[in-house]
């Protein structure tokens, strides 16, 4: 009888278990890792940080309310998104004395979808705030201290 032959060493193609299939497949997998982790950073970073931008016109105080700071008061729209890919993260309703909608008292809206803004129909200024309507009906009072001020 004969024996069988013995197996042929297969040259320059490496078994699935020899060190140097082990380093790749180790190599992949923290290529993999890092490719997730930067992944969650950048998802984490962009719902973190934000991007503003006025809507619409701003409402002035008028001359005939007049409150104890002497400084003439706007109400106004913002939008705000996340800063790396642009997603939709709420609109706020503005109140201050700056023009320029950018340091003041803000009021996160809970109506207006990212396709839907809100639009000011009107806003009516007295001693104690200001209040402000939409033209989808809703509407928002915002009192005198929480503007008034500087804030």
């Known amino acids: 009888m004969t024996d069988p ?4 060493p297969r040259v320059g193609i490496p078994s699935a278990t020899s060190p140097g299939r082990r380093a790749v497949r180790a190599l992949a997998g923290a290529m ?5 982790v930067v992944l969650l950073v950048v998802v984490v970073v962009d719902g973190s940080l934000h991007r503003t931008s006025r809507l619409g ?20 729209l913002v939008h705000t998104r996340s800063w790396v890919f642009g997603r939709h993260q709420s609109y ?13 008292h803000f009021v996160r809206l809970g109506f207006g979808l990212d396709d839907q803004r809100p639009v000011i129909a009107d806003a009516t200024w007295d001693e104690k705030g200001v ?6 009906g809703h509407e ?3 009192p005198a201290r929480h503007f008034v001020g500087g804030r």
Do not use: K
């Not at 032959?5 to 042929?8: C, D, F, Q, T, Y």
């Not at 016109?57 to 106004?76: F, I, K, L, M």
């Not at 209040?131 to 989808?136: D, G, H, K, L, N």
């Open 32 to 36: 993999g890792y890092v490719a997730f």
């Open 5 to 8: 032959a013995p197996p042929v």
């Open 131 to 136: 209040r402000v309507t939409f033209t989808s």
């Open 57 to 76: 016109d701003v409402e002035r105080q008028p001359a005939s309310v007049n409150y104890e700071d002497g400084s003439t008061h706007y109400a106004g």
């Open 92 to 104: 706020e309703l503005y109140t201050g004395r700056y023009p320029d909608l950018g340091y003041g």
């Open 140 to 142: 928002v009072f915002v």
